[in-house]
């Protein structure tokens, strides 16, 4: 008798309906966090100039130019028309504001102050905390005003 070779006939697979079988996917769809991401750092680009020292004073108007920009926010020391004395956004008494910058500048790597004072404030009082800001070791003092102020420059009109 010959041998005789036959094929063996492929089983039929169970379990399976209509369609292929998908594998699970594994990968993680960032479409909805990449989008989110962006309109929160428009939201965040629009608020940040916003955000500057929020003590209302009435600057005086200067023709000086403005400083260059810098890494870090500067501290900011405030004196109203009322005159009282605010570092950044918190009320202080005069007494406890040089002890309190020099806790905050010992942790900043920029010991840049900047004096705000309405311009109701008698030069005195603006004189007096300057020369307080001097002596506690604060040589780098830059005063804010509002830019438009009356240029004295007769040849520059």
């Not at 039929?12 to 594998?23: F, L, W």
């Not at 010991?111 to 506690?136: C, E, H, S, T, W």
Request: charged residues 20%; without cysteine.
């Amino acid at each position: 008798m010959a041998g005789t070779v036959t094929q063996a006939k492929p089983r039929a697979r169970r379990g399976r309906r209509r369609g292929r079988h998908r594998a699970m996917m594994s990968e993680i769809n960032i479409t909805p966090f990449v989008d989110v991401m962006l309109v929160l750092l428009i939201i965040f680009m629009v608020a940040a100039p916003l955000m500057t020292v929020g003590v209302p004073v009435q600057l005086p108007e200067t023709a000086a130019t403005p400083l260059p920009a810098v890494e870090e926010e500067p501290l900011t020391v405030t004196i109203t028309g009322e005159g009282t004395v605010t570092l950044m956004t918190t009320e202080i008494s005069r007494d406890d504001l040089i002890p309190r910058l020099r806790a905050v500048a010992a942790e900043r790597s920029d010991n840049k102050i900047f004096l705000r004072a309405d311009g109701r404030v008698p030069y005195g009082d603006v004189a007096q905390i300057m020369g307080a800001l001097n002596a506690a070791g604060f040589n780098d003092i830059g005063l804010v005003t509002d830019t438009g102020g009356p240029n004295m420059d007769s040849e520059a009109q």
